[in-house]
């Protein structure tokens, strides 16, 4: 077969230009150091920008122990904010985004699923909930400067019963600036 041929062939069968190169990339971008991941696009919400990481959360109904993560999201600057939350599930994609509208000093709780009212009150919830996931959670507000003034903290809660009527453990997850490392904490 000619190398012109040859190489056409080559192409059709990786799936053209596109594939060709993007089977290098993916190559050249896995070092073997851990599973390959790929990079997915964020699904913060249109005309927010991703600012931190909780580099925890678990959101499961059964076998007990049950658990549901909450971030909570303070607007400390004094505009009104958009805020979001990415529940990234483990290597995976995104399962779902959830989206809340802060006035100057108000708090909203972002949650991966419904949770007992007297553990924490749910201002935005997944839907379909999480019931089964483990991953991260991305956390976003609207672009510009005022509404980088956002304060966070994430916490996972551990519950025994089918209404979650029995606290066991309250885990907080580390929160991290997109783009940066934790301090070693």
């Known amino acids: 077969m000619k190398p012109r041929k040859l ?50 959360m678990a959101s499961r109904t059964a076998p ?56 924490a009150v749910c201002n935005a919830t997944c839907s379909p909930q999480l019931t089964a996931d483990e991953g991260n959670a991305i956390i976003g507000s609207t672009s510009g400067t005022p509404c980088a003034a956002i304060a966070v903290s994430a916490r996972t809660f551990y519950t025994t019963g089918a209404s979650d009527q029995t606290l066991n453990a309250v885990s907080d997850a580390n929160i991290v600036r997109v783009g940066a490392g934790n301090n070693g904490d």
């Not at 594939?19 to 927010?48: C, K, M, N, W």
């Open 7 to 56: 190489i056409l062939m080559a192409l059709l069968v990786s799936g053209g230009f596109t594939g060709a190169y993007s089977t290098a990339f993916a190559q050249a971008a896995h070092d073997g150091s851990g599973p390959e991941t790929r990079l997915i696009s964020p699904q913060i919400a249109v005309g927010q920008v991703r600012r931190y990481v909780a580099t925890y």
């Open 64 to 119: 007990s122990p049950r658990s549901a993560t909450v971030v909570s999201i303070t607007n400390n600057s004094s505009t009104t904010c958009g805020t979001s939350v990415d529940w990234k599930i483990g290597f995976g994609g995104v399962a779902c985004t959830t989206s809340l509208t802060l006035a100057p000093g108000q708090t909203g709780e972002h949650c991966s699923r419904s949770i007992n009212d007297g553990l």
